[in-house]
């Protein structure tokens, strides 16, 4: 069964105080690795898809990494407007098409 | 291009009733997929629509169920409503595959 943990749970930020979320995964084999933002009450907004240890992908002040294990998401300079839920979730080989979420990380950036 | 619609927006029942939930695919899209997300919670897998036949099933009882229509949208079922079925519930369209693209979901209240 695929498992996914994030931490921390919840994370307070200075507006510009850098900081990465963290994702760890438990799959039969990796068919991706996605990470969506959530504003509360609506529904998760795509981010990336990772295929495989080592590749990385950016997006304004946002970068994902993947390793066999684990996803970092990095937050550069971050923004009040920054402050979300970010979710991740995997796709396995034996699950389908089906996504695993974790039970994300709620993240708040002050001024 | 419109993006993934659902409808409603909210919704209140009483322990014991039937709900309909009713979400459109992004243009273009194939397959639609359900998910549960209870409050402070990742969003759980119901199932998976692709050629109107439900492909994949989550971990939800038979009181779930669903359709798809040859225009490609989709309907949630939910019978005898549970105080525990109170969530928000998300559709997700993609192609066959491919990254899910989620709506802004429906807000079920059950009293």
């Known amino acids: 069964e695929d498992q996914v943990t994030q931490s921390p749970e919840a994370l307070r930020l200075q507006e510009g105080e850098s900081s990465s979320l963290n994702c760890s995964y438990t799959v039969s084999g990796l068919r991706g690795l996605f990470w969506y933002r959530q504003d509360p009450g609506k529904g998760p907004e795509f981010l990336f898809t990772l295929y495989s240890a080592g590749e990385e992908k950016e997006k304004e002040r946002l970068k994902a990494t993947l390793t066999k294990k684990e996803s970092f998401l990095h937050i550069t300079a971050p923004k009040p407007e920054d402050s979300a839920t970010y979710l991740c979730a995997v796709q396995g080989d034996n699950a389908g098409n089906m996504l695993t979420f974790g039970g994300g990380t709620r993240l708040m950036v002050k001024p | 291009d419109a993006g993934v619609t659902q409808s409603p927006t909210h919704l209140i029942k009483t322990r014991g009733q039937q709900v309909t939930l009713r979400c459109s695919p992004k243009?273009?899209?194939?397959?639609v997929s359900w998910y549960q997300q209870a409050l402070g919670q990742g969003p759980q897998f119901i199932f998976q629509y692709y050629e109107e036949e439900e492909r994949q099933r989550g971990n939800f009882p038979d009181r779930f169920s669903g359709h798809q229509f040859p225009n490609y949208s989709s309907e949630l079922n939910v019978n005898a409503l549970l105080l525990g079925d109170s969530a928000l519930y998300l559709c997700a369209s993609s192609l066959w595959g491919d990254e899910q693209f989620f709506g802004p979901g429906t807000r079920l209240t059950v009293l």
């Open positions: 243009s273009g899209h194939d397959t």
